[in-house]
């Protein structure tokens, strides 16, 4: 009669708690102004269900925000007017320092590929790959603009850039309003080291990238990256004792 030896391990769940950090914008197309990433962060749960020693599936729920600059260099425009005299005039605005600042929330749900290696030492390193969908929770932007405007008469050949009674001088405007986003698509990955703390917990510390597929209704592509933490906690199964060795009658 013939043993064998049986299954070394067995299936694992880890559940865990995670946060991160990071530069993140909410890329728009267009072809004036320049755009710039801001800092931002995420947090969440986390599952994972590990079917083989090195490799898993990981899904749960995250808060992220989203931040963004956006900036538009000097532009001016002009056009004929009439004060309250009836004298027409050419009434000039030069507008500069436009600054945009937008700020978008979103709960999302991770369906990722999990492996890490394994072994004798307390730190291994992990990769994991897949994609999260977006929903909006809020959205929202804040801008600033500085107007320099003048009127100039042609028949005096004079500008006038101080009288502040028909809009002439220097004026800052400030503007703010809601971003109306949708839901979006995201195509993630994380990279970095796990350490074993003792047989239920481990840290996880790696480095994530989020890169949006699709655009929130097509106003903004969400885009962010930087740091993460974990901490998981699960208890590790036992491996299963071998079966004696074969034996013949």
Avoid: C
């Amino acid at each position: 009669m013939l043993g064998f030896a049986g299954s070394l391990h067995a299936q694992q769940h880890e559940f865990s708690v995670h946060g991160g950090g990071g530069l993140s914008t909410l890329h728009t197309t267009t072809n004036i102004g320049r755009h710039s990433a801001d800092l931002s962060g995420h947090f969440g749960l986390g599952y994972g269900y590990f079917f083989h020693p090195q490799w898993g599936v990981a899904t749960g729920v995250e808060v992220a925000s989203y931040r963004a600059k956006y900036r538009l260099g000097t532009f001016s425009e002009s056009y004929m007017d009439m004060d309250l005299d009836e004298a027409t005039f050419e009434f000039r605005t030069t507008a500069s320092r436009y600054e945009e600042q937008r700020h978008a929330s979103m709960l999302q749900v991770p369906l990722m590929l999990h492996f890490q290696t394994v072994g004798s030492n307390e730190r291994q390193f992990y990769a994991a790959i897949g994609g999260k969908v977006g929903f909006s929770l809020n959205g929202k932007y804040t801008g600033t603009v500085t107007r320099h405007n003048s009127g100039y008469y042609d028949y005096e050949d004079y500008e006038y850039t101080t009288d502040r009674f028909m809009g002439f001088g220097e004026f800052v405007d400030k503007s703010s309003g809601t971003l109306k986003l949708g839901t979006a698509l995201f195509a993630s990955a994380e990279l970095g080291t796990k350490r074993n703390l003792n047989n239920r917990q481990r840290f996880y510390m790696g480095a994530y990238l989020d890169y949006g597929l699709t655009s929130f209704s097509g106003e903004a592509t969400p885009l962010a990256a930087g740091i993460k933490l974990r901490f998981a906690f699960g208890k590790n199964a036992k491996p299963q004792r071998p079966l004696p060795p074969p034996r013949f009658y």
